[in-house]
């Protein structure tokens, strides 16, 4: 079992609060993701359940044990960390047994566990080379293979391929879904790579200046923002987020430049609102009650992003690779009212 806990969660260094109460339960066998910017406290978070970084408040458990006060060792977890941190003068096989033979374990049972693992992550002709000898991906993957062998409780890992080039980060991203599905352990990723978030986690924690501004599966924190943060962070592009307000009829959102967006449900008339849609809903419609003017193309392969403005209003549209659009064409478009999601211009949460 590899369940855990957070519990008022709190981190401060001195009078600077950087954790801001994280309450949290991960399910056995669950791959949550902890998804920001640099500095919101993702890592700080992920060391305190490692135990590298005191809890200044609340609780973490770990199958319903509190380990606040326990030694790293004691906490039964592995971790996999940016910078593979290998033993340069040993062997993949050294390194990957290191810590079971300074655990005592037996032989036998230290070169079954480093074959299984070599074997899960092909490492097996390596097994007798230095890190110098190996590709980065390699290296990374007898870094996991270290956490396999411990056959812990839950993995953690530390933004683990922040240092790939983009096409090992995509084969590795692959190789670590398939690990965690195959092994089934409780796994904690911190990363501030969305495709990854939304590619691997099974819940995602969206983290903003030590707060967790929204809990949630891949398609929730997409689909359904809970602040103009999440909307504006997630997504690519992200979701456009303009300031309006709800035309006197309660149906719509009026924004600059004579801009409306339909409403799926009423709302208070008058009400100043952040409308915010993403860039995929903005369908090309030659009856469509919007109009805007291309004021620059993306061309991105399959597709193509359209920025398209109206009196300051920057309106970001996906559309079709073979729609020929150019500067300075006006398009129409429809909006589906679903789609479109209005914010509290004041706290920022989703009305």
């Known amino acids: 079992m590899g369940s855990i806990s957070f519990r008022d969660v709190r981190k401060s260094y001195g009078d600077n609060q950087v954790i801001h109460g994280v309450d949290l339960d991960v399910a056995d066998g669950e791959f949550i993701v902890i998804l920001g910017p640099s500095g919101c406290g993702k890592s700080t978070l992920l060391r305190m359940v490692a135990g590298l970084e005191l809890i200044t408040g609340g609780e973490i458990a770990i199958d319903g044990k509190v380990v606040n006060n326990l030694e790293p060792a004691e906490r039964d977890i592995a971790m996999v960390f940016q910078n593979y941190a290998l033993y340069p003068h040993m062997t993949v096989y050294r390194n990957m047994a290191y810590g079971l033979t300074i655990r005592g374990m037996p032989k036998a049972e230290i070169e079954t566990r480093v074959n299984r693992a070599a074997e899960i992550l092909e490492l097996g002709p390596f097994l007798q080379r230095k890190p110098r000898e190996l590709s980065g991906g390699q290296r990374q993957r007898v870094a996991m ?106 149906t719509a959102v009026d924004l600059a430049g004579h801009v409306r967006l339909p409403l799926a449900t009423p709302h208070e008339a008058g009400r100043p609102v952040v409308a915010g849609v993403r860039p995929e809903n903005m369908t090309p419609d030659p009856n469509g009650a919007i109009e805007l003017k291309a004021d620059m193309i993306e061309v991105l392969g399959a597709d193509q992003i359209a920025h398209l403005r109206a009196d300051g209003i920057d309106l970001p549209a996906r559309l079709p690779r073979q729609m020929a659009v150019t500067r300075g064409d006006m398009i129409r478009l429809s909006v589906e009212p679903s789609a479109v999601r209005l914010f509290d211009p004041e706290t920022g949460r989703a009305i």
């Open 145 to 250: 293979g270290r956490a396999i062998v411990r056959e812990p409780r839950a993995f953690l890992f530390d933004e683990p391929l922040s240092n790939l080039d983009a096409k090992l980060r995509v084969q590795m991203r692959l190789e670590i879904h398939k690990l965690q599905s195959e092994l089934g352990t409780t796994s904690l990723y911190v990363t501030h790579d969305q495709v990854e978030a939304m590619t691997l986690g099974h819940r995602i924690v969206v983290m903003n200046a030590g707060v967790a501004e929204q809990i949630g599966t891949p398609d929730e924190v997409y689909e359904t923002p809970a602040t103009t943060f999440v909307a504006g962070f997630i997504g690519t592009p992200p979701m456009t987020l303009t300031p309006g307000r709800v035309a006197a009829d309660g």
